[in-house]
């Protein structure tokens, strides 16, 4: 079980966490349990990172004193045992000053590398796992805490995106867990973390806790992940566009990396892979309606619920950019070229197309990227290989998922028929060959209108 920060701040919401633990603890289930920093704390991190050259003793003590408060305040509301309280204020205490002691040198430094990144973020989930652990223990449940390197997560040294060596991970992973679950002894284990070769810290990702929770499954064969959040589950689009958007109660693995990009649950886009090998299920669940089943996610979904479209999802605040020109015709590496120097200046690529022609290529991009990727392109490519660079702000990219599409003719019909009828104009186009999502952009301001039609047309067919 994964617990996101959003379902830890406050006193209320984590003893609803704990109880829905003991929930499944009385009913003899094995449980290990991932959680991840307290709401918003790893954000603070990486802003207190970026700010670093400005950052004085005033603004650091500030920051260390707001970590302290919330970490310390739900210490002092939820445990009620005095020797416990101090054993876990204690400790506390302890990282806190480690983590002023790494800040205080990083400042002085000025600058933070990929490196002391992780370990100041590491900090986020250190403080709250102990809590959750000793929150478990006041309820009579026997609990130890773990960060990423006691459970056995071991990692590439790619900070910030690190990846697990799985093989070894499995090893120590297993070794670590078995033996306490055996002893009925529930894990609480830091998300997001894991170390490198050299002992070192390591992040996996933003959004990594999921992430860790399906590593620590297949390592330990576990008979299925649930994702704790504040969800349904993944629905069949955005419910603030469509009122009547349903939950999904089945999708396949590749159904739910395509929806994990939009809408109501962002996914790390890897946390699936070490569980669809395993075939190991993934249930996304909402911890303040704990009757509800939520989406469950699986190698093979078995429910007779068989719509060739199971969701309409839609990303705002993109961009699209058009690049042309004779220079990127018929000479092999251009695209290349083009998307290399993108990618090293950190420009993610959500969408591509280009003409058989070959003399323009049109890319999708996060509106927040638009001015990076411009600059590089002029910097690198205008008046050589580029002629010209169009760009076309506010675009929504709109994309119908299911696996039920492949093999179905009429699908890109239906959709473009039903947005042509309302009049909307389409601007681009893509469709991998697996069939699974066909996508477009249109002008964000015909975007809700769009969605609402295709929704009811493939969804919620009258
Ligand atoms: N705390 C980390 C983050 O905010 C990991 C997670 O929440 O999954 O990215
Ligand atoms: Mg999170």
Request: proline share 2%; aromatic share 6%.
């Amino acid at each position: 079980m994964k617990f996101g920060g959003s379902l830890l701040d406050n006193e209320k919401k984590l003893l609803n966490v704990i109880n829905i633990i003991n929930t499944y603890y009385s009913l003899e289930y094995e449980i290990v349990v991932v959680v991840s920093a307290l709401y918003g704390i790893t954000d603070k991190i990486s802003a207190l990172c970026d700010e670093i050259k400005q950052i004085n003793r005033n603004s650091l003590n500030l920051f260390l004193k707001n970590m302290e408060n919330v970490h310390i305040n739900l210490v002092e509301k939820v445990i009620h045992d005095k020797k416990d309280k101090h054993t876990l204020l204690h400790l506390l205490k302890d990282l806190l000053n480690e983590f002023r002691d790494v800040l205080l040198g990083i400042s002085i430094l000025g600058d933070v590398t990929p490196k002391s990144r992780d370990y100041l973020f590491s900090f986020g989930e250190r403080l709250s796992t102990p809590i959750v652990s000793f929150a478990l223990k006041s309820i009579g449940i026997n609990s130890i805490f773990l960060n990423g390197k006691e459970v056995g997560i071991l990692t590439d040294s790619n900070y910030g995106d690190a990846k697990p060596l799985m093989n070894t991970t499995k090893l120590r992973v297993h070794h670590k867990i078995e033996p306490l679950l055996k002893q009925n002894i529930i894990p609480v284990v830091t998300g997001f973390i894991g170390c490198d070769q050299n002992g070192d810290t390591t992040t996996i990702g933003r959004g990594g806790s999921d992430y860790s929770a399906t590593i620590i499954a297949a390592s330990i064969n576990a008979n299925e992940v649930w994702l704790w959040g504040d969800v349904n589950g993944l629905m069949t689009a955005d419910t603030k566009i469509v009122k009547n958007a349903l939950v999904l109660e089945e999708v396949s693995f590749s159904e739910a990396l395509e929806l994990s990009m939009f809408g109501s649950k962002y996914m790390h886009p890897r946390a699936l892979e070490p569980v669809m090998d395993s075939k190991i299920s993934v249930r996304i669940r909402n911890a303040n309606n704990i009757d509800h089943p939520g989406t469950l996610i699986t190698q093979m979904p078995t429910l007779t619920y068989n719509k060739t479209v199971k969701s309409i999802t839609v990303i705002r605040n993109t961009a699209l950019i058009d690049v042309s020109g004779g220079g990127l015709i018929g000479s092999p590496g251009t695209a290349a070229k083009i998307f290399d120097a993108l990618a090293k200046h950190q420009v993610n690529i959500m969408m591509i197309s280009q003409t058989p022609s070959e003399s323009s290529i049109t890319i999708v991009v996060k509106k927040e990227d638009v001015d990076k990727a411009i600059r590089t392109l002029e910097l690198n490519f205008l008046g050589k290989l580029i002629k010209r660079i169009d760009v076309s702000e506010n675009v929504a990219v709109i994309a119908v998922v299911g696996s039920g599409m492949r093999g179905i003719k009429g699908v890109a019909a239906k959709t473009f028929g039903a947005v042509a009828k309302r009049d909307i104009n389409v601007i681009m186009i893509t469709q991998g060959s697996s069939e699974l999502n066909l996508a477009f952009v249109i002008d964000d301001k015909n975007c809700e209108e769009a969605v609402n039609v295709l929704h009811q047309e493939f969804i919620n067919v009258k």
